[in-house]
């Protein structure tokens, strides 16, 4: 069973930048895509960014396109968030997950990491 851990979230003024990181439990495990997603209270979980890994090919939620860069780390074997600009409405918890297949849903999902973003 694969495990993800999130880690980086945290408390930051608007207009501040905070990293987030995704740590994966095995390092060859075969996976399809790996995204962030972030729920915050009261609202859907929605999907942040996404990368599809074979071919590094990466996709933006429109509210956070040109602020955020999902990417990944080969070396540490993490898929990172980096959060630029943040706004008080990016306020949520963030989860890492990861897609084995090419239908279907995620596999596996991370437990989630505290973004507080004050005005």
């Known amino acids: 069973q694969v495990q993800l851990v999130e880690s980086g979230g945290g408390l930051v003024q608007a207009g501040g930048s905070l990293r987030l990181s995704c740590a994966a439990s095995?390092?060859?495990?075969?996976?399809?895509?790996m995204g962030w997603f972030r729920q915050a209270p009261g609202k859907e979980r929605e999907s942040v960014a996404v990368?599809?890994?074979?071919?590094?090919?990466?996709y933006y939620a429109d509210s956070v396109k040109g602020r955020f860069t999902i990417s990944r780390d080969n070396a540490k074997n993490t898929v990172d968030l980096q959060m630029n600009s943040l706004k008080p409405e990016d306020t949520a918890v963030y989860y890492c997950?990861?897609?084995?297949?090419?239908?279907?849903?995620?596999?596996?999902w991370g437990q989630g990491t505290q973004v507080t973003v004050s005005s």
């Open positions: 997950a990861a897609k084995t297949t090419i239908a279907g849903d995620y596999d596996y």
């Open positions: 095995e390092r060859t495990f075969s996976r399809t895509r």
């Open positions: 990368i599809i890994w074979s071919l590094g090919r990466t």
